[in-house]
């Protein structure tokens, strides 16, 4: 067999036919199973359609981060257009391009998992060893008071002059400088700092370093099938060779569209049924305020606080500081030509909140022909949920002195989550509680595609401690 140095990428006709296992995709879920794996003793090829960037090659303007580092370059959006979805097409995948927030599922989210899954470790102390172990492997830090920008400490006095209840997000960083004027919003498209806890510096790192982890970036995997000795995945580069590996054991981990639209591709839906359906995404709507003084949301820790507040909890929404770099925030202000050119000269005075809907209306992926088509949309109650959000923003901003409040129409899903839910049942759940999908004999599954309903929590932290379970199971099966 041809001898790879693993931590450099190969062309596809260079890279051997068979491993030991074959992991599709490489954001979140497939990072930490490689790093699991490899560590374990198993020779691993990581999959991605996205490109594997060096660490001072991340692209640098806004534009080209939305291009580059995402599906359909930069936005897809569902059947009705009213919810943009925002996938990551990158080696690393969400922990490139996300904030890194990090947050254990309460009570409320578990328990809605057992009552659709069946499944009984779906709970706080069932998984908090996972938990544990996944927040072991990183560091996690809340911004610091001195280094909270004017969107925070807008958002904290607000909460306060409303008797809401507020908390600093728990992030995976370390040794940001922002004495030095580091600004956060810069991560949305690589952390230059390496200070955000992205997977190419921290579990893939260690992956390739034990010489069994093989990548190929910019290659899309559309076919598999299962024999009784092997899988199969078949795919082409972004070149257009085509290619095909094989392996005893396979994890998809490319997302609730990804995994989706591979196993739909390859014909696993006449043996699922359930197969692409309980489809989620939070749906988020940035709320703009202009303030009389400069905010500067932009800058340093651009997004430091989150709602406490059992409240909002129980009314299914919670809110955030946040912001967007400039073609974002663009796109958010009403109006054209010179009236949009003025809002934007005021772009350093607008505090942003975000409402995001824990939303109850399960949607559907389909294909059609090499398409995905997402059926999704908002409910009553989902409606219900977003507007008690939109009501409690007014008020933060009122009580703090903002001139003018712009509402947030058009809603963003950041967070991916379904098609291939686990549970008990083949009826209505894709995956099995050993994390295999059913009917198959090596198939497995890990990421956020598994969840059974919307948690209404940042998912980062437990898609890896799922990860980190189904190692286990895929290891001693």
Known sequence: MTQLNPSKDHPAHEIPSDFDVIIVGGGISGSWM???????????????????????????????????????????FNSTADIGMLRPKVVGGGSIVNQALVDRFDDIAFESWRNRSGISFLSVPEMSHWYDQAESQMSIQKIPAHVRNGNAKIFEEGFRKNGYQCAPLRRAQKDCRYEEGNDCIECLAGCRLQSKQSTPWTTLKRAFETGLLTLLPEFEVQKISESSQEVRVSGKSVSGMKREFKSRKVVLASGAIGNSKLLLSSGYNSQIPFLGHGFYTHPQYMNLAEYSFEVNAHKSAFQAFKSDDSGFRSA?????????????????????????????????????????????????????????????????????????????????????????????????????????????????????????????????AADSSIFPDAPGINPSLTIMALTLRAAQEILSS
């Open 34 to 76: 490689a790093d699991e794996l490899t560590r374990a003793g198993r020779r691993c090829l990581l999959l991605e359609a996205g490109k594997h960037y060096p660490d001072d090659a991340y692209p640098h303007e806004e534009i080209d981060a939305n291009s580059e580092l995402y599906w359909s370059g930069g936005i897809e």
């Open 316 to 444: 299914g929404f919670k809110l955030e500081n946040v912001f967007a770099p400039p073609v974002g925030i663009a796109m958010l202000l009403p109006g054209v030509g010179r009236s949009h050119m003025e809002s934007m000269r005021k772009i350093t005075r607008y505090a942003c909140i975000e409402v995001a809907v824990r939303d109850t209306n399960p949607g559907r992926i389909r294909i059609k022909g090499d398409r995905v088509v997402v059926e999704k949309s908002l409910n009553a109650e989902d409606i219900k949920r977003k507007n008690a959000g939109l009501e409690a923003v007014r008020k933060i901003f009122n009580s703090t002195g903002a001139k003018t409040i712009i509402p947030g129409n058009v809603g963003i899903g950041l967070h991916l989550m379904g098609g291939c839910a686990i549970g008990n049942d083949p009826k209505n759940s894709v995956v099995n509680p050993n994390f295999k999908i059913h009917g198959t004999k090596n198939i497995f």
